[in-house]
């Protein structure tokens, strides 16, 4: 236990993964019909809860996008002062991860009509003109129609919305 076999090949944990993703990739571009990379998109998937409710922050980019992107993911999701916020799960966030944050201000409102949220996106990458899309999608009824919001990388992307009360 705990030896090294002399000779032994194994590609680093980083390199293994990019490849298992590459692979992915191409046996999806193949199986696609018609199907092409300026159509094809990568989703990573932020799920928070706001004020009890469940919600996804999706962020897409190019179906390339892991091996532009330089950095970790930078994400704010700011609500109004008093609402409780919790962060579920993250996921790879284009291999490099997240640098994500909930932050509070008097500015935003929670009413009857529901609570104002401001998501901001950062995604460093090599490509300036690389698409970005951000969605901000309540769990269920939500998730059919989120809100969202186009820019490219290495620029703050802004999504403004409402958290309608009732949204399970």
């Known amino acids: 236990m705990g030896e090294t076999r002399q000779g032994s090949h194994r590609l680093p944990v980083r390199a293994r993964l990019l490849l298992i993703f590459s692979l992915v990739t191409l046996a999806f ?12 998109w990568c989703r990573t998937d932020p799920i928070v809860v706001i004020d009890g409710t469940l919600a996804d ?5 190019p179906l390339l996008a892991p091996l532009k992107v330089t950095g970790p993911t930078r994400m704010i999701v700011t609500v109004p002062e008093g609402v409780k916020t919790q962060m579920i799960l993250q ?3 284009f291999l490099r991860g997240y640098d994500f944050k909930f932050q509070q201000s008097s500015e935003l ?3 009857a009509k529901g609570i104002e949220i401001k998501v901001e996106v950062y ?8 698409p970005i899309k951000v969605e901000f999608s309540p ?30």
Do not use: C, H, Y
Request: no cysteine.
């Open 91 to 93: 996921d790879l966030g």
């Open 57 to 61: 922050v999706f962020v897409s980019g």
């Open 29 to 40: 571009v193949i199986m696609a019909p018609g199907a092409s990379a300026a159509r094809a």
């Open 139 to 168: 769990r269920l009824l939500g998730i059919l129609s989120p809100e969202a919001v186009e820019g490219t990388a290495n620029e703050w992307i802004t999504l403004r919305t409402v958290l309608k009360p009732g949204l399970l």
């Open 109 to 111: 409102k929670k009413t």
């Open 123 to 130: 995604v460093p990458a090599r490509d300036n003109q690389m």
